[in-house]
């Protein structure tokens, strides 16, 4: 299993990390996602290396900015 991680900026609560989590969990090929409003963290975890462009684009989709860690 590949995990993948990036920085995520403006969460402050569960509610931005449900949204994350959701956009991010509809990505072809994720398995498993942790996010963290409190340390900014985001890891994505798949069965293949995740297209990072995606995520980036998911989490701008939920309302957030994301960047490879």
């Known amino acids: 299993m590949a995990t993948t991680e990036f920085q995520v ?3 402050t ?6 949204s994350v989590h959701g956009e ?3 990505l072809s090929g994720v398995e498993g996602v942790d996010v ?5 963290k ?4 798949s069965s ?3 297209d990072a462009a ?3 684009a998911a989490v701008d989709e939920a309302g957030y ?5």
Request: hydrophobic share 45%.
């Open 9 to 11: 900026t403006g969460m």
């Open 13 to 18: 609560c569960g509610h931005c990390e449900k």
């Open 24 to 26: 991010v969990s509809k």
């Open 36 to 40: 963290s409003a409190r340390t900014g």
């Open 42 to 45: 985001l890891i994505v975890s």
């Open 48 to 50: 293949a290396p995740v």
């Open 54 to 56: 995606a995520v980036v």
């Open 65 to 69: 900015q994301a960047v490879p860690a």
